[in-house]
Each structure stands twice: as C-alpha cells, then as structure tokens.
C-alpha cells in the first residue's frame, strides 16, 4: 500500500516537471519570437488587430504542438510555417464577396509623404510579385532569415531560395526604374 502512494506522488512530480518543462521552452519560444511573429504577420494581413489574432493562433497552435518540436534551432521556421499556415486559414473561413463592396471604398485615397511614399511604393510592388517570389523576400526581409531558414521554412532547396531572391531583388529594381522613367517622362 504505502509503494502504491510513493509511486503515484512520484507519477505526479513527473508529469508536473514535465509540464513545467514545457511551460518553459513555450515562455522561451513567445519572448524570443513573439515580435518577429507580429511583424511578420502584420506584413501579411496589413491589419495590426488581425495580426495579434493570427500571432495569438499560431502560438496557441503551437503550444499544443511543441511536443513535435524536436530541434530548437529549427523554432523560428517552425512557427513561422504554421503563422503561414493560420494567415491561409483565415480565407479559408472568410468567402468574400466583392460585389457587396464598392471600388471607391477599397482603394486607398491617404496622402502619403515622400519618405512614406517610398515605403508604400516598396510594399506595393513587392505585393505584386508573385508569390514563390514575394514569399522568400519577405521572409528575408520582415524577419531577417537566413537563406538555410527560409528554405527550411518553404520546404526549398537553398539554392532554389537564392535563385528566388535575386529574382525578386531584379523584378523590384526594374518595377523602380520603370517608374523613375515613366515620372520623368510624365513630370
């Protein structure tokens, strides 16, 4: 009887060392990664309450999943691809219709400065690339990975990643100068 007690407090201090365990690689993993997180999801969804949403998903997703979790220096790819993955999840719930909205009321009327202008230039041209381009770009870009990273992130082979990169960087530079000569000739 009394090995009985001792054995089932000793199957509690492990299950609670072990949940402790994983309290702490999660705290880890969100003080770490939290910002990368928002600013990335930010720059997919253009919208800060819908990017606290999908970074509060993913971590949540994460969290019931960081068992799988075997390498902690594959993290950042890892919760990357599933932020990736809730951003998608996010149209996959939604089913617009874009006849109920009128034109006017999409497009974006603000008066920009010229150093915002430039970054709101940036942004829509590289939204306009496509995506196996514009994805690596702003894994680059928005989160500072490395070329093995973003690879490991899109399921590439590096060279595949760089190839995509100088693509991108080359269609962004003659978006730029198309539009540098197409103001000179107009203004």
Do not use: C
């Amino acid at each position: 009887m009394l090995s009985k007690i001792f054995r089932k407090k000793s199957d509690q201090n492990k299950v609670l060392s072990g949940m402790k365990e994983k309290q702490t690689k999660y705290e880890a993993l969100v003080n770490a990664y939290h910002k990368d997180m928002y600013r990335y999801a930010y720059w997919l969804t253009h919208d800060a309450h819908t990017a606290e949403d999908v970074v509060q998903e993913t971590f949540l997703r994460a969290w019931k999943s960081l068992d799988s979790l075997k390498d902690l220096k594959a993290a950042k790819s890892w919760l990357i691809t599933i932020l990736r993955r809730e951003n998608a999840r996010r149209f996959e719930r939604k089913q617009f219709v874009m006849g109920e909205y009128e034109e006017q009321n999409i497009i974006d009327h603000n008066n920009h400065s010229d150093a915002t202008a430039e970054q709101y230039m940036l942004k829509k041209q590289i939204a306009k690339l496509p995506d196996e381009y514009r994805d690596p770009l702003v894994l680059q870009i928005i989160m500072g990975m490395s070329g093995d990273e973003i690879a490991d992130s899109l399921n590439l082979n590096k060279n595949t990643v760089m190839t995509r990169l100088f693509r991108a960087r080359n269609m962004l530079k003659e978006a730029f100068e198309g539009e540098v000569k197409s103001r000179s000739i107009n203004g």
